[in-house]
């Protein structure tokens, strides 16, 4: 009986079997139409050419043939490969183009003689070339570093500085900065480098691709100095003094660059001219006419002060 059964199993998958190789045979001779990629490369580049811009590493054709075909253009064909020589596509201005009418042709005779080509789908069949022309120009970090609360963003600084450009002499030109791709680098507590890859500029090429960005954060700190007072715009034969002579101006600073500070790095002003529009006066406004770059804010405990007004003459 189990003989039996292993004969009757045996024999089912044979028809099992038989019919599925022949559903597949019919199938595949049915005719179908698919996008097959293929792959560009430009061969035979001179020693002394850099490509700024490539064309596409791949386009699609849409193609229409036996299934059986397909298969093998899709998964076994190394047709899928056309190379086009350099020299037959370059032209004027440090651009190539590649005619569409061209590229047919030539996969015509990469397809089988059943094969009709519907379509070719591709973003661009041009190429840019320059034959030595290159430039150095600064290389800017494209984005915004900020800092968590309390801190504050002391400087960015961008490793290389600067990049060669490499392209036609009409594109150079036009080209006096690169720009990293504009990404944020937010919330930062300490000194971090980031790795930004480097904007692309169409027709153009660099000499690097990314570069690094280094964030330095410092923490913040506050600080009381007491500066004098100076008046400006008073008349030669007089004298104005204020009471009291200095003031105290709160800062906010870096913690880093806290112990540079000095009062005579900061200038406290009244302005005597400030008399003339409301004689009746009794006090003069105070003005912060100066500061150290590295102060993020500074500000007066007292906004006024009381002055007395004296000949010199």
Not at 206 to 216: D, P
Not at 284 to 313: H, N
């Amino acid at each position: 009986m189990r003989r039996l059964l292993s004969k009757e199993f045996f024999v089912f998958l044979s028809f099992l079997l038989m019919s599925g190789v022949f559903w597949i045979l019919t199938t595949l001779n049915e005719t179908y139409e698919t996008d097959v990629e293929v792959r560009l490369e430009l061969a035979d580049i001179p020693g002394n050419t850099v490509i700024t811009e490539p064309l596409p590493d791949t386009i699609r054709v849409m193609v229409r043939d036996k299934g059986y075909y397909l298969v093998k253009y899709l998964y076994f064909d190394k047709t899928r490969v056309v190379r086009l020589p350099f020299h037959m596509y370059s032209g004027q201005q440090s651009r190539g183009v590649v005619a569409p009418s061209d590229l047919l042709k030539i996969l015509r005779t990469r397809f089988g003689e059943t094969c009709t080509i519907l379509a070719i789908k591709a973003d661009h069949l041009d190429f840019y070339y320059s034959h030595g022309s290159q430039k150095k120009v600064p290389l800017i970090y494209s984005g915004t570093a900020t800092a968590k609360t309390n801190f504050y963003v002391m400087d960015v600084k961008v490793d290389p500085d600067s990049v060669v450009v490499m392209a036609s002499k009409s594109a150079l030109d036009t080209i006096n900065a690169v720009y990293t791709e504009p990404k944020d680098i937010e919330a930062v507590d300490d000194s971090e480098t980031r790795i930004i890859p480097i904007a692309k500029i169409w027709g153009a090429k660099t000499n690097i691709a990314q570069a690094k960005v280094r964030v330095v954060v410092d923490r913040l700190t506050e600080r009381v100095l007491n500066v004098p007072v100076t008046a400006i715009n008073v008349p030669p034969q007089l004298l104005l003094k204020t009471f009291p002579g200095r003031v105290d101006i709160k800062v906010s600073v870096g913690a880093s660059m806290a112990s540079r500070l000095r009062p005579e790095q900061f200038t406290i002003t009244v302005n005597a001219e400030d008399l003339a529009e409301r004689s009746m006066k009794t006090k003069l406004k105070l003005t912060i006419a100066s500061k150290p770059d590295y102060v993020l804010k500074a500000w007066l405990t007292t906004s006024e002060v009381d002055y007395v007004i004296e000949r010199t003459q």
